[in-house]
């Protein structure tokens, strides 16, 4: 096998594992949140529709946003948007999308004007993700359901509504994993009363 050969099977190897053990780990989180979740029933169904209704906006409108790639997230009606677009004006105009959601009570705009991210780069983004979740998953005194992880181009972002304690224990997992460039928290911080 020459050397071409052997790298794209290593690179398809490694995606497949990548995006399976995602895949995995996102159901067992979101088994967890049906047996406990801080949210309620409302804001989660909230945070579907904001992230559904606004990726739905941005990709009808494929001549005006073409060759972007753009991820919407939501958590307790906190929006964030990541990904990369050629031109500044489009990075407003999602934006604005965004916001005329009466759903999203927060935007928080981390797009980048860049060409979009090379599936190599993606492939890495989902590795890393995988690993902080499995790290959170394996970690005592924090619930990995209460948080949302989302890496952009070796950026990771925290988003959740969790005691200060919690965020303090993910934000240090996230930071000390393999891969890492930044990490940037959006948390809500509650209090846990302990009786």
């Given at each position: 096998?020459?050397?071409?050969?052997k790298?794209?099977?290593v690179?398809?190897?490694?995606?497949?594992?990548?995006?399976?053990?995602?895949?995995?780990?996102?159901?067992?989180?979101t088994?967890?949140?049906?047996?406990?979740?801080?949210?309620?029933?409302?804001?989660?169904?909230?945070d579907?529709?904001?992230?559904?209704?606004?990726?739905?906006?941005?990709?009808?409108?494929?001549?005006?946003?073409?060759n972007?790639?753009?991820?919407?997230?939501?958590?307790n009606?906190?929006?964030?948007?990541?990904?990369?677009?050629p031109?500044?004006?489009?990075k407003?105009?999602?934006?604005?999308?965004?916001?005329?959601i009466?759903?999203?009570?927060?935007v928080?705009?981390?797009?980048t004007?860049?060409?979009?991210?090379?599936?190599?780069?993606?492939?890495?983004?989902?590795?890393i993700t995988?690993?902080?979740?499995s790290k959170?998953?394996?970690?005592?005194?924090?619930?990995?359901?209460?948080?949302?992880?989302i890496?952009?181009?070796?950026?990771v972002?925290?988003?959740g509504?969790l005691?200060k304690?919690?965020?303090?224990?993910?934000?240090?997992?996230?930071?000390?994993?393999?891969?890492?460039?930044s990490?940037?928290?959006?948390f809500?911080y509650?209090?846990?009363?302990?009786t």
């Open positions: 096998m020459d050397s071409t050969r790298k794209i099977a690179f398809l190897l490694v995606s497949f594992v990548s995006f399976s053990l995602q895949g995995c780990m996102n159901a067992a989180i088994s967890g949140q049906a047996v406990y979740n801080r949210q309620s029933i409302q804001t989660t169904l909230n579907h529709y904001v992230t559904m209704k606004a990726e739905r906006e941005i990709y009808l409108d494929n001549t005006r946003f073409a972007t790639r753009v991820s919407v997230s939501s958590f009606g906190v929006v964030l948007l990541t990904g990369q677009v031109e500044a004006s489009q407003e105009d999602i934006e604005k999308i965004v916001r005329k009466s759903e999203a009570d927060e928080h705009n981390l797009i004007v860049s060409a979009p991210a090379s599936a190599l780069v993606q492939v890495s983004d989902s590795w995988t690993k902080i979740k959170l998953l394996a970690t005592n005194g924090v619930d990995p359901a209460q948080i949302k992880v890496t952009e181009n070796g950026v972002y925290l988003m509504l005691p304690e919690e965020a303090e224990i993910a934000t240090d997992l996230a930071r000390t994993t393999d891969g890492v460039q990490v940037v928290t959006i809500g509650i209090t846990i009363s302990k």
